[in-house]
């Protein structure tokens, strides 16, 4: 499969706990993005990287999280301290190096955050 | 910052009739307009999107417009067919920034046979 992986599919946390999530984005991308998605509505930006570099945070990634690319390839997402109001779905997408002509991001499956 | 917003909420069609999902946008710098089909518990997939130097863009059944002016755009489905159900979102983003997608609230489409 050479789509966007992310692991966990599903996490079920209790409330204080860190979570930590993982994205491989498609091999030849060097942009990568993280989105939250609840239950009706459309995802929600919050942080993007070009290589290793974190470039932009959303406002709504708030102290708790943190979002690394270590080596410009796979991206983790971490959330500190857990609160019901985490529970989401946590979407990553990549796409090419701008100036190659195209702008497509292509989502990954997405790891789904219960905090119970 | 860029606002989208997306109407109907939910649309309902017969097998066979058109859909038209329609957004407006905000910010007047926005020229990438993309559109993600999401089936339930799958993730957003690209069907079609648009730039701003193109009016109108089409793809076998579906079909986008834009409209600059107006600042909105829409999805267009022709002879709907039941693997058509699902949730559409419309986005918008500006191509000199680093691409950050504002989406839409989505529109469930229920095809109905």
Known sequence: DTGVSQNPRHKITKRGQNVTFRCDPISEHNRLYWYRQTLGQGPEFLTYFQNEAQLEKSRLLSDRFSAERPKGSFSTLEIQRTEQGDSAMYLCASSLPRGQGTYEQYFGPGTRLTVT | ?113
């Open chain 2, 1 to 113: 910052g860029e606002n989208v917003e997306q109407h109907p909420s939910t649309l309902s069609v017969q097998e066979g009739d058109s859909a038209v999902i329609k957004c407006t946008y905000s910010d007047s710098a926005s020229n990438y307009f993309p559109w993600y089909k999401q089936e339930l518990g799958k993730r957003p997939q690209l069907i079609i999107d648009i730039r701003s130097n193109v009016g109108e863009k089409k793809d076998q059944r579906i079909a986008v417009t834009l409209n600059k002016t107006a600042k909105h755009f829409s999805l267009h489905i022709t002879e709907t067919q039941p693997e058509d159900s699902a949730v559409y979102f419309c986005a918008a983003t500006t191509t000199d920034s680093w691409g950050k997608l504002q989406f839409g609230a989505g529109t469930q489409v229920v095809v109905t046979p």
